[in-house]
């Protein structure tokens, strides 16, 4: 959820990413990923957004990964493939502490084949940065500040103000979700207004996968519970046959599992059926 989080912050406020990222508001748009594939491009995090002029390439991490110098170097081949007059801005944005090495990987070398990137460690960013743009509210408890809930405190006084209903509903939940990688859920539930947030594209999408993975489950649920049943109706019917052939309910209960008050229930339903039909 997470990095489609921060897919729907870069693609959306796109401005303030630029203005963050390439030091300038410049108006971007979003690169289909297929327009790239030479083969598909699998991480959810990868982000690829253009101008005339410019490609801005955004990579979110929330852990240390070791394929990162690679994977950005094989992106920078195939936008030039494509784009090959436009240039290309990369970044590998990490946002959860760590004290990992390859947080700071910012070259691929392969031989004579060297290629460069950009990193941010996001709990090194100056905390003004993320206040001063709607779309990096979410960010800004992640920063370089020494009391992320009062940072969080601020954004939500900040987002309190935001006149678009909207856009102050998806940034919200958004700030809510991003926020939790340094603050627990009830600071966050008692620092963001949650009747703001249900209007988000955000909360919706939550709401959906929540509703979808509840029906999958409740499937799954009720097919075990149909199994079970009928399984049980199995091994009742089972019994009740030997019981019919005189068998001892004793021993139908050692042969079925079942125990033996079971037995002498369905036993006594059985004569109570049969009293029953030849009335």
């Given amino acids: 959820m997470i990095d489609n989080v921060c897919k729907f912050l870069a693609e959306s406020y796109s401005t303030d990413f630029a203005s963050w990222l390439l030091g300038k508001p410049i108006n ?16 959810d995090s990868v982000i690829f957004l253009e101008s005339a002029e410019i490609i801005l390439h955004i990579e979110f991490q929330t852990e240390p990964n070791q394929n990162i110098p690679f994977r950005m170097t094989d992106y920078r081949l195939r936008l030039h493939r494509k784009y090959p ?18 947080v700071h990987e910012a070259t691929f070398n392969l031989g004579e084949l060297i290629h460069n990137f950009n990193v941010i460690r996001l709990w090194e960013q100056p905390t003004e940065i993320f ?24 954004v939500a006084r900040k987002i ?20 939790g990688i340094a603050l627990s ?46 399984k049980a109706e199995e091994r009742n019917q089972i019994a009740l046959n030997m019981l019919l052939s005189n068998i001892a309910p004793e021993v139908v209960a050692k042969l ?3 125990t033996t008050k079971q037995v002498q229930k369905i036993q006594k339903l059985s004569t109570k059926k049969s009293r029953t039909t030849k009335k």
């Fill in 28 to 43: 971007l748009t979003k690169i289909e990923q297929s327009e790239l594939a030479v083969e598909p491009i699998r991480a």
């Fill in 85 to 102: 007059e436009r240039k290309v801005h990369q970044v590998v944005i990490y946002l959860k502490p760590s004290q990992s090495p390859l």
């Fill in 131 to 154: 206040q001063q743009y709607q779309g990096l509210f979410p960010f800004a408890a992640l920063s370089q500040t020494t009391n992320p809930e009062e940072t969080l405190r601020q």
């Fill in 160 to 179: 309190e103000n935001i006149v678009d209903h909207q856009l102050q509903s998806n940034v919200a939940a958004s700030t809510a979700i991003i926020s």
């Fill in 185 to 230: 859920k009830e600071i966050i539930k008692r620092l963001l207004r949650s009747d703001i947030m249900k209007e988000s594209v955000i909360y919706q999408e939550i709401l959906h996968e929540g509703l979808a993975e509840g029906k999958a489950r409740g499937l799954v649920e009720g097919e075990a519970r149909g199994l079970a049943k009928g």
């Fill in 256 to 258: 079925t599992g079942l």
